[in-house]
């Protein structure tokens, strides 16, 4: 005669606990050995990156006998980018007698690579002074010269009149703008009118302009 024992529910729970847990196992260890259970993947990485800064750097230069360049930087950096040329005279420095006119061309151009969207010239006041050991008595030479201030690249008339009616200018010429690597030319033509008698001698007038460039 056979005795079948009862199973007890204790022992049926955990034999189920068992074989979940022995399954469960499985699927973690299919995983951790093999990747087709995750399907197909795709990913970018985008390694370049960058954001940087232009440069907006003017150089100023003049041709012929007296041909210099300045450039913004010569006054000690691109973080200064702010100098006083001293090299080029845009009214000619050449001895006039009545009735002489001078022109120089020169140009001004943005070496950066950051367009110029603004672009201005700023005139200071006109001041007259003595040429030499030989100077006449006149003092009103500012009001006597006359200078004539194209932009020859646009074609365009910036200045016509005396170097006083240019010093007591107010508000700075706006120009056009100027992409980076590009140039403006210019012209100034100064006039001694022939009326002009001794006391004209040796004297000489200065108008100190100042060009700029802003992003």
């Known amino acids: 005669m056979s005795h079948v024992l009862p199973t007890s529910p204790k022992r049926i729970r955990f034999t189920w606990f068992a074989i979940g847990t022995g ?85 001004i151009k943005n070496t950066g690579s950051a367009a110029a ?8 006041s006109c001041g007259q002074l003595a040429n030499g050991s030989v100077n006449g008595t ?8 006359t ?15 005396t170097l006083a009616a240019l010093g007591t200018t107010t508000t700075p010429f706006s120009l056009p703008a100027v992409p980076g690597g ?5 012209s100034f033509a100064v006039s001694l009118p022939s009326t002009l008698g001794n006391s004209y001698q040796g004297l000489q007038a200065t108008v100190p302009l100042t060009w700029s460039y802003a992003s």
Do not use: Y
């Open 138 to 145: 006149a003092n009103d030479l500012c009001s006597q010269m």
């Open 23 to 107: 399954v469960l196992a499985a699927v973690l260890l299919a995983f951790s050995m093999s990747g087709t259970l995750s399907g197909f993947v795709a990913s970018i990485t985008n390694s370049g990156d960058t954001a940087v800064t232009g440069t907006l750097v003017m150089q100023e230069s003049t041709t012929g006998a007296n041909a210099a360049t300045c450039t913004s930087t010569d006054g000690g950096s691109v973080s200064t980018n702010t100098a006083t040329c001293t090299s080029i005279d845009q009214f000619g420095g050449a001895a006039m007698v009545p009735g002489d006119t001078v022109t120089t061309a020169m140009t």
């Open 182 to 186: 590009s140039s403006t030319a210019f």
């Open 147 to 161: 200078v004539v201030v194209k932009n020859t690249t646009a074609n365009t008339t910036v200045f016509s009149g």
């Open 117 to 124: 969207r603004t672009f201005t010239l700023t005139p200071g």
